[in-house]
């Protein structure tokens, strides 16, 4: 089967949906598929190389300024079109706004996360309960960037053969918005569980920790629950004199605490992907209070796999993944004072800690990418 997968910027070290490109499209050439990815190409790339099994496109294209999304995908999916139309795979796989380029191509839809009005609707409470303040400019260029985005997404569905979800309820969502009568694949995203596992770290001495250690890893923003942590870690590090939180990648939101609560975050900044593991390893509680109904973010994945006990807010699906109280504490969204509450009973508790994690290292055996990869696979072979 030849897969064509079109999407801009795919880099190393991006985010979950980079993961998938990448981690994905490696698995199915080894399962003796053939595999296209269309990009952009950035300074100092080839414009048609062989990575791993994989053939890799580039096509030149500079970034917006401004309004991304929607102005770079369909700026792409325009270029990549023509490119596809010559490859004639057998199947598109059309990810987030990217599958405008497979329109009139057998094609299978993978969403970024849920459908785009659920992120609207977060913005809005972030908006109405506080936690995000914006000038009614700003309001007014979302909420009409979200309109575009919403009627891009639409004709990404309406031209879809099939779905490929994170889980049953992001499917349900993305039916239910536009009524796509079309089958649905689950689950589209996995971890490497040879790569993240269980294992003794040395890291926290490294980083000058004596106490435990919280961590959090991916864009710290409000989408991710940055203002909920924000508001929950003093309560924690009141009651846990030594604890201290460690946040790993890119922050566009900046923490506002007090001086005796500031000094304990580590801000770490961008680490390379093949060092993340040993955070996990080190930590004692990795920490996601998101409000953005992603679907599964693969930062639970790897902390499931590495064996770090969790604690999390509830999004669309998560008991597909985890269990509260088995596998992960899993509190309401939008709580901070619930979610310092489970964090600081995680921190008091060592039997619960090891019962979590050996739960949630279990479950992610269920997820490991030749496995999940093998499954979309064999649904993608009955779209032909």
């Known amino acids: 089967m030849h897969l064509v997968i079109p999407f801009p910027h795919v880099r190393e070290g991006g985010g979950g949906i ?87 191509q057998k094609m299978a839809y993978r969403s970024a996360s849920g459908p785009v009005a659920w992120e609207f609707a977060m913005w809005r409470r972030l908006w109405s309960e506080g936690y995000v303040h914006t000038n009614p400019l700003k309001k007014a260029l979302i909420s009409l960037d979200f309109k575009i985005q919403e009627r891009l997404e639409r004709r990404c569905v309406n031209a879809a053969t099939a779905l490929l979800c994170q889980s049953g309820a992001i499917a349900e969502g993305f039916k239910e918005a536009y009524g796509a009568n079309i089958p649905a694949h689950i689950p589209c995203t996995g971890v490497d569980t040879h790569v993240f596992s269980p294992r003794k770290s040395a890291l926290k001495g490294k980083l000058g920790v004596s106490g435990p250690l919280l961590l959090f890893a991916g864009g710290f923003s409000a989408p991710k629950g940055a203002p909920i942590l924000e508001r929950a870690l003093p309560v924690v590090f009141d009651k846990y004199p030594g604890a201290k939180l460690a946040i790993l990648g890119k922050e566009s939101y900046a923490l506002k605490l007090p001086p005796q609560y500031a000094s304990r975050v580590l801000h770490l900044g961008q680490v390379p992907h093949a060092e993340i593991q040993e955070y996990y390893n080190a930590a004692d509680v990795f920490v996601y209070p998101t409000v953005f109904n992603e679907g599964f973010p693969n930062v639970l994945l790897e902390a499931m796999a590495s064996g770090t006990p969790i604690v999390t807010a509830q999004i669309p699906g998560i008991d597909e993944y985890l269990h509260n109280n088995l596998s992960a504490l899993v509190v309401e969204q939008y709580n901070p004072d619930a979610f310092a ?42 779209l032909r």
Do not use: C
């Open 18 to 104: 980079i993961t998938f490109i990448r981690q994905f499209s490696r698995e199915a050439a080894k399962q003796g598929h053939q595999v296209t990815v269309l990009s952009t190409l950035e300074q100092g790339e080839k414009s048609d190389e062989l990575r791993e099994g994989v053939r890799f496109i580039r096509i030149p294209m500079t970034r917006s300024r401004i309004l991304r999304r929607i102005r770079d995908y369909p700026r792409f999916a325009r270029r990549a079109q023509e490119r596809i139309a010559g490859l004639a795979p057998d199947v598109v796989l059309g990810i987030s706004y990217a599958a405008l380029a497979g329109i009139g």
């Open 341 to 382: 509450a489970a964090v600081s009973r995680l921190l008091g508790d060592a039997k619960l800690r090891l019962t979590l994690a050996r739960n949630a290292r279990q479950a992610s055996l269920r997820f490991d990418w030749k496995r999940v990869t093998a499954g979309i696979l064999s649904f993608l072979k009955e």
